[in-house]
């Protein structure tokens, strides 16, 4: 049987995160604590794609635009969008 180290998490079987979980996952990736792939093993979570959709719909990145959500859009490029 391994031996767990402690701190570490045991990977999940189901999908059973909860909201404060995957917040606090996508707040320690940008804040620069972890990468995704770092929190992925820290956390024990199984997919890849699991981490990066969180951040696409919990962080502060505007995907669409590839800027940060608080920073302010140019006259330009809101002239683009409409």
């Keep these: 049987m391994e031996e767990r ?6 990977r999940r079987t189901q999908k059973d995160y909860s909201m ?3 917040l606090h996952v ?3 990736i940008e ?3 972890l990468s995704m792939t770092s929190a992925s093993r820290k956390y ?3 997919g890849d794609h699991t981490v ?5 719909k919990y962080g502060n990145f505007d995907w669409e635009s590839q800027t940060p959500l608080n ?3 140019s006259p330009e490029q809101r002239i683009l969008e409409l």
């Design 31 to 33: 804040r620069g604590e």
């Design 52 to 56: 990066f959709m969180w951040l696409r």
């Design 26 to 28: 996508v707040q320690e």
């Design 44 to 46: 024990g979570i199984q």
């Design 20 to 22: 404060s979980f995957k």
């Design 71 to 73: 920073m302010p859009k």
């Design 5 to 10: 180290i402690k701190g570490e998490y045991v």
